[in-house]
């Protein structure tokens, strides 16, 4: 009997232009870890970058009308209506990738922010801190959201208080906003944790400017996708990238193969590393 | 010498009868209820009262027998396949976290995995019979920490460094109710936790994933309400409850969206905990620990669904397209 599943499949990934600048970026290494681990699945991928102005217009993607791709892994995180149409209007098994949505029974594959957060925050209170501060990128994308509240929630259950002029912006905030540096006076926190790795630099800049130095004056811990280490800083909780593109891949190929069966949203969990 | 053969057979007989619950109630001069109420972990029972019967219980063999009676079970289930020996640890009269539907899941589980004892303790009596144990919302503690373990929830204290956790998605789980509610075109949405002592560490998470879910629609959060009357008096539309059955919720005429177990019907919206999965990976994890002692996987989040009651149905707009049913 002739087999009428196809050996190879072809998958279309959609990313936006803004996160394809950088390839050593969080989208720039999660994209190229999906097509790696797709090509060990023997999957052909297909890539579609997406103009900011197209997701504003809410203007389908071509690959979605392209006969030959028999699924869609979407990575990044995108403005809701243009979200919402591709859901309502795929015909083809999709994916999401550090994306979710509630509504529609979309599959997705999230990394895990808020307790990774959590236990990089919780490392810092092991290790005797009591004043942790927070700095966060100019974003309110889900991601710094989970990564804040899974600060807050760490310093919450340790009965620490959580202070607002202690949460810094590492950058510039959009008109009308007010960007909160580092304290001018006032008692310092003897710890921060970051956001990302990006943040982190930042800080390392601004303590450096003030003649503070980590980790003898102020310890910091972050989130990262590459597990790099600022010199001095403390420990980073990693998110597993290359584990992410893996179940992505595969979830994805079983539903081309086997049903669009809704299989739900699932975390993959990092790793804290710690120095030394 | 017959008479005595006999004599001993029935003696024999008598002592491999099983012991009932009616045998302790009569030796300890209590009702049967009673003793079903103190072994249950029920209320109405004096703690010295609750402490007698149990003891009473495990010298006249009461327990062990339930116990084996599990075992052999299970023994026959997974004869001559996996051979780890697993229990469930929920704590001092706590049955009720686990009722006759979560055993059901339980039981299932363990076949799917093939593990050969499925046991509640209380406390860590037996636990040098098992090699792994799989924790309910609390730590191990005493000689259960010995043995390799995986914590299911958050348990009461925070997340220790170097423990497993398999956690239902509380935090997401919030964010995901204050979505759909938001599509349903609510904008007021309010979120009733216990009151001051009684709060949780999952209740914490569940706030935050309402506060998340506010911030990432634009909206103010409000405050942890306590009581129903506050969630009226600040006007809200909608309210997200830490509980299921919220006592006097359902006559304020507010939509609801609350957490309750898989095995529930909630008449509300509602994001429900995937007890099955949760027991999957604990047994997953568990058994890993035990092929490679000093594995440690951290925590593990795993995502319920959220199921469309009677009463969000009704009141959800129509949406075309593949949206999510109960």
């Known amino acids: 009997m002739k087999n009428t599943k196809p050996d190879c499949m072809s998958i279309g990934v959609l990313v936006q232009e803004a996160n394809t600048a950088d390839r050593c970026s969080f989208y720039g290494m999660l994209f190229q870890k999906v097509v790696l681990e797709a090509a060990g699945q023997e999957c052909l991928t297909m890539l579609e ?28 995180t995108w403005e809701q209506p243009y979200l919402q149409n591709i859901l309502q209007q ?36 092991d290790m005797g801190h009591q004043n942790i501060g927070f700095v966060r ?97 403390l420990a980073s909780y990693r998110l597993d990238l290359e584990a992410m593109a893996r179940r992505a891949v595969r979830v994805l190929s079983k539903k081309i193969r086997f049903g669009d069966n809704y299989s739900g949203i699932r975390f993959v969990d990092g790793r804290l590393e710690k120095r030394g | 010498m017959i008479g005595k053969g006999i004599a001993k057979d029935d003696q024999a007989k008598e002592r491999l009868k099983p012991v009932t619950m009616n045998d302790i109630a009569k030796r300890l001069d209590v009702s049967t209820v009673t003793v079903s109420n103190a072994l249950s972990g029920r209320d109405g029972v004096g703690q010295d009262m609750k402490r007698k019967i149990l003891q009473e219980a495990r010298r006249m063999g009461y327990l062990r027998s339930m116990e084996e009676s599990r075992c052999v079970t299970s023994k026959e289930i997974g004869k001559n396949l996996y051979q780890k020996r697993v229990a469930v640890y929920i704590g001092r009269g706590k049955h009720c976290l686990l009722d006759r ?16 004892a499925s046991l509640i303790l209380e406390d860590d009596t037996d636990a040098g019979r098992f090699e792994g144990v799989i924790c309910v919302g609390l730590l191990p503690e005493g000689r259960l920490r010995e043995l390799p373990s995986v914590v299911i929830g958050r348990g009461t204290a925070p997340i220790k460094p170097g423990m497993d956790y398999v956690i239902p998605g509380f935090y997401a789980g919030a964010s995901m109710l204050v979505d759909v509610l938001h ?22 998470d569940e706030y935050l994933g309402y506060c998340r879910g506010m911030m990432l629609h634009g909206l103010p959060a409000s405050g942890w309400e306590q009581d129903v009357e506050s969630v009226v008096r600040q006007g809200a539309t909608a309210v997200i409850a830490s509980k299921w059955k919220q006592k006097h919720l359902e006559t304020t005429g507010l939509s609801r969206a609350a957490f309750a177990n898989d095995w529930d019907e909630p008449d509300c919206l509602a994001y429900c905990f995937k007890w099955n999965i949760l027991f999957h990976k604990a047994l997953q994890t568990l058994h890993r620990k035990l092929e490679q002692p000093g594995l440690c996987c951290g925590v593990q989040t795993v995502i319920g669904e959220i199921r469309q009651g009677k009463e969000s149905a009704e009141q959800a707009p129509d949406q075309a397209g593949k949206e999510r049913t109960a």
């Open chain 1, 49 to 76: 970058i997406v103009p900011k102005a197209s997701e504003q217009e809410c203007v389908l993607p071509r690959c979605l009308s392209n006969e030959g791709i028999q699924g869609l892994l979407v990575i990044g």
């Open chain 1, 90 to 125: 795929a015909e083809i098994p999709l994916v999401l990738l550090d994306e979710s949505d509630a509504f529609y029974a979309c599959d997705a594959i999230l990394p895990e922010n808020y307790f990774g957060m959590y236990q990089a925050t919780r490392h810092l209170i």
């Open chain 1, 137 to 233: 990128p100019a974003s309110t994308a889900p991601c710094v959201l989970d990564r804040y509240f899974g600060w807050r929630c760490a310093l919450e259950e340790a009965g620490l208080a959580v202070r607002e002029e202690w949460i810094l912006d590492s950058e510039e905030l959009p008109a009308g906003k007010r960007r909160r540096s580092f304290p001018k006076g006032g008692p310092l926190p003897t710890a921060f944790a970051a956001s990302d790795r990006k943040a982190a630099l930042w800080l390392a800049r601004i303590l450096e400017k003030r003649g503070l130095s980590i980790p003898e004056d102020i310890a910091v811990v972050s989130v990262s996708y590459d597990g790099n280490l600022l010199p001095g800083q």
């Open chain 2, 101 to 116: 539907e979560s055993w059901r899941f339980l039981d299932r589980q363990m076949e799917q995995e093939q593990s050969i």
């Open chain 2, 183 to 204: 599509r349903q075109g609510h904008r007021k949405i309010a979120f009733l936790g216990s009151p001051a002592g009684r709060q949780t560490l999952a209740e914490r």
